[in-house]
């Protein structure tokens, strides 16, 4: 399995607070994704990373910051906790071009995420 | 840009019969294509994925799906389901260069196994 953690697992927060979630990653591999998943909706791209402090928006970016300043760790924060972000997060991973695996996807255990 | 339309959002079937789940996309670019599986309450996992070559491409526990690009369709079949199959199943696909690996998932695809 790929090496790919996230934390917090569950978080229960509420309207106007900020969160946020880590996404940690042991494979080195150069492009980060940040999800959320909804009920009808499948899988929805907030944002994505190309490589260190190189970010870039999905298209559900509103509401939504991310940060990378290593290449291993990909941050999401939500400034104002809404409870239409509500839902659960999963992180991904994927290696760069001249891999084997260039185009997939890696994915991590995913945050349930509740906003009161 | 990419789009996925699965079909069917709910596919119920008992043990031992085959299902096939259905993804059709959309692009302007050659595409790469791919179906993961997820189980509850965990995360994505890739069940097979079509790079080029061979239009049918067999992947873990069983699956196989067939690329057919004149009908821009990647359905995933299994001949004979097992209860443990019992998931969810997202089609995705990939632009062939397309920046940073992104990728459009569908809806995804409720399978479910009964006795």
């Known amino acids: 399995d790929a090496g790919i953690t996230q934390s917090p697992r569950h978080k229960v927060t509420e309207t106007g607070t900020p969160v946020t979630l880590r996404c940690h990653q042991t494979e080195n591999h150069r492009y980060m994704y940040w999800y959320r998943q909804d009920p009808g909706h499948g899988l929805r791209l907030i944002h994505y990373s190309y490589g260190v402090k190189d970010t870039d928006k999905g298209e559900v970016s509103d509401g939504y910051s991310v940060s990378r300043s290593k290449t291993e760790d990909f941050l999401l924060t939500l400034e104002s906790a809404t409870s239409s972000q509500t839902s659960v997060y999963f992180c991904?991973?994927?290696?760069?071009?001249?891999?084997?695996?260039?185009?997939?996807?890696?994915f991590g255990p995913g945050t349930r995420l509740t906003v009161l | 840009a990419q789009s996925v339309t699965q079909l069917d959002s709910q596919v119920p079937v008992f043990e031992e019969a085959p299902v096939e789940l259905r993804c059709n996309y959309s692009?302007?670019?050659?595409?790469?294509l791919f179906w993961y599986v997820q189980y509850p309450n965990q995360g994505l996992q890739l069940l097979l994925k079509?790079?080029?070559?061979?239009?049918l491409v067999k992947g873990i526990n069983g699956f196989e799906a067939e690329f057919n690009k004149s009908q821009t369709s990647f359905h995933l079949r299994k001949p004979s389901v097992h209860i443990s199959d019992t998931a969810e199943y997202f089609c995705a696909v990939s632009g062939q260069s397309t920046n940073a690996g992104k990728s459009t998932f569908g809806d995804g695809t409720t399978l479910t196994v009964k006795p």
């Open positions: 692009s302007s670019v050659s595409v790469y």
């Open positions: 079509y790079l080029s070559g061979s239009t």
């Open positions: 991904a991973i994927s290696p760069g071009q001249g891999s084997s695996s260039y185009n997939e996807q890696f």
